[in-house]
């Protein structure tokens, strides 16, 4: 069975920074495209950053092209997500998903919330 499990949340003041990760397991990782995607309360998923399983290619949403960062280390079967200058409009559950785009297998999220 596919495990994806995210850890790197909490609370930050705006402008503040976090790293998200991802730690795969049950497949063959660096084969595969890897993405971010947040939901905020009431409000459906939002792809927020994809990589592809090279490494290279990155997709960024607009919303946060500039401040944040997609990265991969193929050997840790990991995924990251750099978020700095973060928003209050960040605020929401961030998923790990297997794939390139918001759907896949996603692992339980794990929460940012941004407030000062």
């Known amino acids: 069975e596919v495990q994806l499990v995210e850890s790197g949340g909490g609370l930050v003041q705006p402008g503040g920074s976090l790293r998200l990760s991802c730690v795969a397991s049950?497949?063959?990782?660096?084969?595969?495209?890897m993405s971010w995607v947040r939901q905020a309360p009431g409000k459906g998923p939002e792809w927020v950053s994809g990589?592809?399983?090279?490494?290279?290619?990155?997709y960024y949403a607009d919303a946060v092209k500039g401040r944040f960062t997609i990265s991969r280390d193929n050997a840790k079967n990991t995924v990251y997500l750099q978020m700095n200058n973060l928003k209050p409009e960040d605020t929401a559950v961030y998923y790990c998903?297997?794939?390139?785009?918001?759907?896949?297998?996603r692992g339980q999220g794990t929460q940012v919330t941004v407030s000062s």
């Open positions: 049950e497949f063959n990782f660096g084969m595969y495209d």
């Open positions: 990589i592809k399983w090279s490494g290279g290619s990155p």
């Open positions: 998903v297997r794939g390139w785009g918001p759907r896949g297998v």
